[in-house]
């Protein structure tokens, strides 16, 4: 069985943090949708999130030091 795809709402409540940070990531690259529906609401995976966050996270810590 395929992983379930979420909307930006769904996914911010897995992660704990607002919809309008699920944007932001998304606007800053930090998040890339699994994919776009026809009427360009995004889908992610929620595994997928996760891992694209932690790389960014480990981006930033190894960037300070």
Do not use: N, W
Request: aromatic share 4%.
């Amino acid at each position: 069985m395929a992983p379930k795809l979420l909307t930006s709402s769904q996914l911010a409540d897995e992660l704990g943090v607002s919809r309008r940070s699920i944007a932001r990531y998304v606007s800053a690259g930090i998040l890339e949708p699994e994919l776009y529906t026809p009427g360009g609401q995004a889908r992610f995976r929620l595994e997928t999130a996760r891992e694209q966050l932690r790389e960014h996270s480990r981006r930033m810590r190894e960037d300070r030091e």
